[in-house]
């Protein structure tokens, strides 16, 4: 088990530094997991502060364009039942998602989470970047934030970290595992983006089709150019195959196809080089596409994600460790936070090749309290994906809805922090796990192993 601790960075700071930002409750990182986390403290009557970098949420639903929402469902219905559906169904009503595929506008959703933080309460702190952390006992005490007000500090009772890279937790001091076990490789980041199909390209007998669809029954051929130009050398992206999903739009497809592998996302050096082979990659496959597949002839590049797509980087080391014969044997917590379903899917790290196993049907794990607890510090929790688990499940678990679910449940246990006055480490994980069934999470019915029907 590799295990690293980052030294604290040694920065001087101004004397006259002054503390600009106050909160009981202070989520660093407004992706899915901090938009879980912010709702819910605020909603719980926790005065909450989010910190994103950005100028708007969503991370990497937005920032990343990944879609759509990968499903974690058992028996047809979502394990996510709470903020991540309200997120969903308030895209809906903009009419920036499908409800089936669960495909959205990442522009809207955006606006459906900004919609959800400032109706609970939320103050939002945008273009605000966390680089500094100090520490006092076991607990945080003050973030510096850089913007372009320069450094300010800030301070909250409770911190939870949303940062999916698990900066504040590395800032702090706390001791954090990278990659897989044996190597100590993360997943490749990917860099998404969508071209959009011109109906001049439509094949003749495909007129009651839509575009997507049109495409879609072209996929072999696309696969064997894609090959072929891997072979003569005009793609250079390891990524085995053209992975593609249908886009909200019948003529969008969106690509997750670039594939940039042994660069650190948390090195910005190495994050900067990794933007610009991804891109290269990018002008390659649609140059191939565009010359040797009809459909996408006369395709324009829709849109390209602002930054590239971060899989894994730093699991934070927590109080549980949830690995993956806890995934094989579907292994259940009394404190579980969340439920998941969906299964391993691991892009090679090195190059080639997926890695994808699946739960029995009607089957799923646990994520106990515990892998939300930092083990080093007891004011900080994860919201995030990056939590306390093996390799292997935190391919399983850092899919979008049960990160929102995660981050939810770290936003709960600090607005019972806050209320009781003690650290988030107090906040007892059976206590917590019904308290958010009592909030609409549905960790219920617990059938004490029964076997679960699939419905029809
Ligand atoms: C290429 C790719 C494809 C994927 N495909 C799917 C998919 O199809 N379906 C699915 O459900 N999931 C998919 N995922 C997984 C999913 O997108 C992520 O695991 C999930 O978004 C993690 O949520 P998060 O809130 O933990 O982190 P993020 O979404 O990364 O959000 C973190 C937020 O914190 C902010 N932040 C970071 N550092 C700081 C800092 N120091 N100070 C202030 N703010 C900071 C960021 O700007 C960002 O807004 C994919 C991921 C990638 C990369």
Not at 38 to 63: F, I, Q, S
Not at 93 to 112: E, M, Q, V, W
Not at 189 to 203: A, E, G, I, V, Y
Not at 225 to 244: H, S
Request: charged share 20%; proline share 4%.
């Amino acid at each position: 088990m590799q295990q690293k601790k980052i030294m604290q960075q040694q920065i001087t700071l101004p004397d006259t530094l002054s503390v600009r930002h106050q909160a009981q409750v202070m989520v660093i990182g407004g992706g899915p997991g901090g938009i879980g986390a912010a709702v819910a403290a605020a909603r719980e009557g926790a005065d909450v502060l989010l910190v994103e970098h950005y100028g708007y949420l969503g991370g990497m639903a937005t920032a990343g364009e990944v879609n759509p929402f990968m499903p974690n469902h058992l028996n047809g219905e979502s394990l996510d039942t709470g903020i991540f559906e309200e997120w969903l169904d308030r895209m809906i009503g903009y009419g920036g998602a499908k409800p089936k595929s669960r495909t959205f506008d990442s522009n809207i959703a955006r606006l459906a989470a900004e919609d959800l933080c400032l109706e609970a309460g939320v103050r939002l702190l945008y273009h605000h970047r966390t680089i500094h952390a100090t520490v006092d006992q076991r607990r945080l005490h003050t973030l510096v934030l850089h913007s372009k007000s320069g450094l300010t500090a800030a301070q909250a009772q409770t911190f939870i970290d949303s940062t999916g890279d698990g900066d504040v937790a590395a800032l702090a001091g706390c001791r954090f595992h990278l990659g897989d076990e044996t190597h100590g490789g993360c997943q490749p980041m990917t860099l998404c983006f969508k071209l959009q199909l011109d109906s001049r390209d439509r094949p003749s007998g495909a007129s009651g089709q839509d575009l997507y669809q049109a495409m879609a029954e072209e996929m072999d051929h696309i696969q064997k150019v894609y090959a072929a130009a891997q072979a003569d050398g005009r793609i250079d992206c390891p990524r085995e195959n053209v992975l593609v999903f249908r886009g909200i739009e019948d003529n969008i497809v969106h690509f997750n196809t670039t594939r940039v592998v042994g660069r650190s996302s948390i090195d910005g050096e190495a994050l900067s080089h990794a933007e610009i082979e991804a891109r290269r990659q990018l002008r390659q496959i649609v140059a191939v596409l565009r010359q040797e597949v009809p459909i996408f002839r006369h395709t324009r590049i829709y849109s390209i994600a602002p930054q590239i797509g971060v899989r894994e980087s730093r699991r934070i080391e927590g109080r549980c460790y949830v690995t993956i014969d806890d995934f094989r044997s579907a292994r259940r917590f009394p404190d579980a936070v969340a439920r998941v379903t969906y299964g391993i899917d691991i892009h090679n790290p090195q190059g080639s090749g997926t890695t994808l196993l699946d739960l029995p049907c009607g089957k799923w794990y646990e994520i106990p309290w515990g892998c939300l607890l930092t083990a080093d510090l007891d004011n900080l929790a994860v919201g995030s994906r990056c939590i306390s688990v093996d390799h292997a499940v935190h391919s399983s678990m850092r899919i979008m809805p049960p990160v929102c679910s995660l981050g939810q449940a770290a936003g709960s246990a600090a607005a019972l922090a806050a209320r009781a006055g003690c650290d988030i480490s107090e906040i007892d994980g059976v206590r917590l796990k019904n308290h958010l069934i009592g909030r609409g999470r549905n960790l219920l019915p617990d059938d004490n192993g029964a076997p679960v029907q699939k419905s029809p």
